[in-house]
């Protein structure tokens, strides 16, 4: 079952810096992630979101390829790459997988200005590996669907003051 975490970081560019980490450790089939989001709020408000996997264009090239293909069946390939392309495209952009977009937002709401957050959507992990590589960074939990014990093993990993350990 997976599980959803989100941590906030203090930085706009954080978020980006741990999730390459973890692409590092799924890399090294440490942690496999179900999808992945970065969102970062700029010092004037406004909210960006990144997801890992761009629907819009693997929509567009996949319709394209499709519609050139039908288009050489009516003797014209360029106008069904163009129509395929368009079609995907717009395919792409109204499907959502793996995070809801909704939800992202709503959460991205209530991050500070200048700062960032990483969404997770975790499928598998090595705990220990994983919580280990985390610790380096200045992340906040913010939510996560983790049973209680696994949450606060998080919470410890993440404490990166030393007057508390």
């Known amino acids: 079952m997976s599980q959803l975490i989100v941590f906030v970081l203090p930085t706009p560019d954080g978020a980006y810096a741990m999730r390459e980490a973890l692409d590092e450790l799924r890399r090294q089939d440490v942690i496999e992630l179900g999808d992945a989001a970065v969102v970062e709020r700029s010092a004037d408000g406004k909210v960006r979101l990144q997801q890992a996997t ?16 039908v288009g050489l069946v009516f003797l014209s390939p360029w106008l ?36 960032s957050a990483l969404f997770l959507l975790i499928d598998r992990w090595d705990e220990p590996a994983v919580l280990g590589q985390l610790a380096a960074f200045d992340a906040t939990l913010l939510r996560t669907s983790l049973p209680a014990d696994e949450e606060a093993r998080l919470r410890a990993a993440l404490d990166n003051d030393p007057a508390q350990s």
Do not use: K
């Open 54 to 69: 761009n629907l819009v264009g693997a929509g567009a090239l996949g319709g394209a390829v499709w519609g050139a293909l």
């Open 80 to 115: 069904g790459l163009a129509a395929g392309a368009v079609a995907g495209a717009l395919a792409g952009r109204f499907t959502d997988i793996g995070i809801d977009d909704d939800f992202i937002h709503q959460l991205a709401e209530t991050i500070a200005p200048g700062q």
